[in-house]
């Protein structure tokens, strides 16, 4: 008799595999490293430059909040600087969850799994899970460039640890909601669309209010960046978590959902 969770493991391990062997993925990563690498560089270079005037500065920002946390999302920073962790997180995660689901169902390989007898609840979070396996690869990596230095600055732990969180629940709820599109279409190119737009749509609907001159809390409530905003800044909270889980899970249950109906109508 096998434990509920092997299902689960056994699509994982086989759609990682997929990934990795994906010229797709390996691309996005080289460049999107490459990327952070300039931009860190630059971020670096800002904070050196910078040291007499901070000297000044009794309480002043340190290494965490010029370098470390700036190096995870440009929501704090702005200017001309390359894009954070965050902002590449919404163009590439689309890409690599459009064929999680639309691209077995374009290659007429969708009927297999389901033949496996695997509830349709498992298939989705194996794929689920896959893919953010390789997105805590890629963060851990972006991490790591700031955190080479630790040995030579005074890092704030709990301010870059409430901004890993916030960048780890940014990326579970963008790889589900890719999942989710990807669970809708046979066509990769309109579930990375799709997810690409709600992404977009999420982080910036807020802003668009605020151009609006509409001031509601409830397009705060909405927005993803609003909610990201919070946990870089060092503050976690129980609100923000939440709405990250709770993106997670409607968009999941939506892509299962999905693939239950699918199967029924064989």
């Not at 005037?53 to 702005?78: C, E, F, N, Q, R």
């Not at 999680?100 to 007898?117: D, I, K, M, Q, V």
Request: net charge positive.
């Amino acid at each position: 008799m096998s434990l509920p969770w092997t299902g689960v493991f056994a699509v994982t391990r086989l759609e990682l595999r997929r990934l990795f062997v994906r010229p797709l993925a390996w691309v996005l990563a080289a460049l999107t490293l490459a990327q952070l690498a300039w931009r860190f560089v630059l971020l670096l270079g800002g904070f050196l430059a910078s040291q007499i005037k901070l000297a000044a500065l009794p309480g002043g920002p340190g290494y965490t909040d010029l370098v470390g946390v700036p190096m995870l999302s440009s929501i704090l920073t702005g200017g001309i600087l390359p894009f954070g962790v965050a902002e590449l997180a919404l163009v590439i995660v689309p890409l690599l969850a459009m064929s999680t689901l639309a691209g077995e169902r374009s290659n007429g390989t969708l009927p297999l799994w389901f033949a496996t007898g695997l509830p349709s609840s498992h298939i989705v979070l194996g794929k689920y899970l896959a893919l953010m396996l390789w997105l805590v690869i890629w963060l851990v990596l972006a991490l790591a460039m700031p955190l080479s230095l630790a040995h030579g600055v005074t890092l704030d732990w709990g301010k870059l640890a409430s901004a890993s969180l916030g960048l780890l629940l940014m990326l579970a709820a963008l790889a589900a909601i890719g999942v989710a599109c990807s669970a809708f279409t046979a066509l990769p190119a309109m579930a990375a669309a799709t997810s690409l737009m709600l992404g977009l749509a999420l982080a910036g609907v807020n802003l668009g209010a605020q151009m609006a001159g509409v001031s509601n809390g409830f397009f705060n409530a909405l927005s993803l960046s609003a909610h990201l905003e919070s946990l870089l800044r060092g503050l976690v909270s129980s609100a923000d978590v939440m709405w990250f889980v709770l993106v997670i899970a409607v968009a999941l249950a939506l892509a299962t959902q999905r693939l239950s109906s699918e199967r029924e109508r064989g």
